[in-house]
């Protein structure tokens, strides 16, 4: 049976993906908090801000999850095709 290779992440890329992360929430909290308007609006906008960022999250998750699950079923089937061949090799001999 074959072993997978396991992608690693470049930790250029990492650190690309996390400043962007926390860019992108601290602008968009310092544009909430200047916005003139009343202090409910604010606060709407910020819990807005806050489960679209779990959300976010919540939905990469899955999606990574879903795309590992289906990954490790190709595995299984495949070590099982493998296993099937060589027994017929064994029958044949």
């Known amino acids: 049976m074959s072993t997978v290779n396991q992608q690693k992440e470049n930790p250029a890329w990492v650190l690309q993906t996390w400043a962007s992360f926390v ?7 310092l544009g909430i908090v200047n916005l003139p308007a009343d202090n409910w609006i604010k606060g709407f906008m910020g819990m807005g801000l806050a489960f679209s960022v779990g959300s976010t999250f919540t939905l990469a998750k899955t999606t990574r999850d879903a795309y590992e699950s289906k990954k490790l079923t190709s595995r299984i089937e495949e070590a099982k095709v493998e296993k099937l061949l060589s027994q017929h090799d064994l029958s044949l001999k």
């Open 23 to 29: 860019l992108s929430i601290s602008l968009t909290t």
